[in-house]
Structures are given as structure tokens and as C-alpha cells.
């Protein structure tokens, strides 16, 4: 029997055996965009095709929920296989004063930021693909559970313009962080720079959930 190799992020990042990729980028597809049915059908298919016919609002808002949760329960697996990976992985000599197994935690610890950034990576490019495909992006309700607010939840509301400049930004501040991780010259900025790209990328998501204080927020930072 082939033995199919371990899935990887776009990046090339190692991710965990039985990462649901293909349903997150359908629950994320199906919850947030209208695609335009002028759009190239070979794209759409990447996402599971263009829903026919087209969700309601609550089957919508039910996806969204299902994908959040989801996307915490993969980026939690993501980081524990990362910290593993890079926990196990050859250091460099220790510094001094560091013992090997400091050096060790610190390296799990990069290892697991990593592979949970490769995901949210990830999903901002799904974001960037079905943009370009869309009509529009649809914002959930604050609260996206499974229950009365799925069921009762009716008008759609396009990502405003505003929110649309704040992820434009973030995106930006992200490509920064990044760099600024890899030129680190020690372990303790090494973290902070990823800390806040992850921060960074969470509060991108939110503006699918409440876009007018989140993009507040992200515009500032």
C-alpha cells in the first residue's frame, strides 16, 4: 500500500496527518462569499464547487460557525505537532546560562507558532482566491452558533469598505512581523514578532464576524 505523504501548507510548513483542509476551505467558501457565476469553474472547484442552490442565510451562518470551530480544533493540532517536530529537532550549542532543555522548550515553542501561522497563512490566501471570484463578502453575526442565532439570522451584510482596508493593512503589518521573526537575533523577539502576527491574523478573521470594531481595531495596530 502507498503510504501518502504528510500534508503540507502552501508555505511547505509539515502539517498534522488528517488535516481537514478541504472542508475548512468549503465551510469557508459556503459561509462567507457570494461567488459570481461568471467565475472560472476549475477555481470554484478548489473550494467544492459553487452550492447549488445558493445557501440561505442560516446555512451560511452555520458554516461559519462549523469553520471557526473547526479552524481552533486544526490550528490546536497544528501547534502541537509543530512544537513536537521542532522539540525533537538538532539545536545549535546552547548559550550560556541556557540549558539544553530551555533551548529545547524555546524551539518547541517556535515550532508549534509556526505551523499554526502556516494555517492562518493559509486560509488569508482561500480569502485573497474566493475575493477575486465573489460578488461579495458576506459578514456572519456576532455571536455564529449552531443554534437560534443560525436559525433566526436573515439579511446579509457585505464587508464594508473599511473592513476591507483594515485586512488590506494587516496583511501588510503581517508581511512585516514576518520578516522581522526571521531576521530575530534571539529567542525572546523571535516570539514576540510571532505572537503578534498571530494576534494579527485572528483579528483579520474577526472582521467576518464583527466588522466595524474589529476593523477599528486593526486599522490602529
Not at 469553474?41 to 471557526?68: H, K, L, N, V, Y
Not at 502541537?80 to 550560556?96: D, H, K, L, Q
Not at 533551548?103 to 488569508?124: I, T, Y
Not at 483579528?203 to 486599522?219: A, H, I, M, N
Given at each position: 500500500m502507498v503510504q501518502q505523504p504528510p500534508p503540507q501548507s502552501s508555505s511547505g510548513v509539515p502539517l498534522p496527518v488528517g488535516t481537514p483542509l478541504r472542508t475548512l476551505r468549503f465551510l469557508f467558501a459556503n459561509?462567507?462569499?457570494?461567488?459570481?457565476?461568471?467565475?472560472?469553474?476549475?477555481?470554484?472547484?478548489?473550494?467544492?464547487?459553487?452550492?447549488?442552490?445558493?445557501?440561505?442565510?442560516?446555512?451560511?451562518?452555520?458554516?461559519?460557525?462549523?469553520?471557526?470551530?473547526?479552524?481552533?480544533?486544526?490550528?490546536?493540532?497544528?501547534?502541537?505537532?509543530?512544537?513536537?517536530?521542532?522539540?525533537?529537532?538538532?539545536?545549535?550549542?546552547?548559550?550560556?546560562?541556557?540549558?539544553?532543555?530551555?533551548?529545547?522548550?524555546?524551539?518547541?515553542?517556535?515550532?508549534?507558532?509556526?505551523?499554526?501561522?502556516?494555517?492562518?497563512?493559509?486560509?488569508?490566501?482561500w480569502w485573497s482566491q474566493l475575493a477575486a471570484l465573489s460578488s461579495s463578502t458576506i459578514v456572519q453575526p456576532a455571536s455564529t452558533s449552531t443554534g437560534e442565532d443560525a436559525a433566526t439570522f436573515t439579511s446579509r451584510k457585505a464587508l464594508d469598505a473599511a473592513a476591507t482596508s483594515a485586512r488590506g493593512e494587516a496583511l501588510a503589518l503581517i508581511e512585516k512581523l514576518k520578516a522581522a521573526r526571521a531576521d530575530a537575533a534571539n529567542a525572546a523577539v523571535h516570539k514576540q514578532m510571532s505572537t503578534l502576527e498571530l494576534l494579527t491574523h485572528h483579528l483579520v478573521l474577526q472582521l467576518l464576524v464583527q466588522p466595524k470594531v474589529k476593523s477599528d481595531r486593526v486599522g490602529a495596530a
Amino acid at each position: 500500500m502507498v503510504q501518502q505523504p504528510p500534508p503540507q501548507s502552501s508555505s511547505g510548513v509539515p502539517l498534522p496527518v488528517g488535516t481537514p483542509l478541504r472542508t475548512l476551505r468549503f465551510l469557508f467558501a459556503n459561509a462567507f462569499f457570494e461567488i459570481d457565476p461568471a467565475a472560472d469553474r476549475t477555481q470554484i472547484a478548489d473550494f467544492g464547487g459553487a452550492a447549488q442552490p445558493e445557501p440561505s442565510s442560516a446555512t451560511r451562518s452555520r458554516c461559519a460557525a462549523r469553520f471557526f470551530s473547526l479552524l481552533g480544533e486544526t490550528a490546536a493540532a497544528a501547534s502541537s505537532v509543530g512544537s513536537a517536530r521542532s522539540a525533537r529537532s538538532p539545536g545549535g550549542p546552547a548559550s550560556e546560562g541556557v540549558s539544553a532543555a530551555h533551548a529545547a522548550g524555546h524551539r518547541a515553542a517556535e515550532g508549534a507558532a509556526e505551523s499554526e501561522l502556516a494555517l492562518l497563512d493559509e486560509v488569508q490566501g482561500w480569502w485573497s482566491q474566493l475575493a477575486a471570484l465573489s460578488s461579495s463578502t458576506i459578514v456572519q453575526p456576532a455571536s455564529t452558533s449552531t443554534g437560534e442565532d443560525a436559525a433566526t439570522f436573515t439579511s446579509r451584510k457585505a464587508l464594508d469598505a473599511a473592513a476591507t482596508s483594515a485586512r488590506g493593512e494587516a496583511l501588510a503589518l503581517i508581511e512585516k512581523l514576518k520578516a522581522a521573526r526571521a531576521d530575530a537575533a534571539n529567542a525572546a523577539v523571535h516570539k514576540q514578532m510571532s505572537t503578534l502576527e498571530l494576534l494579527t491574523h485572528h483579528l483579520v478573521l474577526q472582521l467576518l464576524v464583527q466588522p466595524k470594531v474589529k476593523s477599528d481595531r486593526v486599522g490602529a495596530a
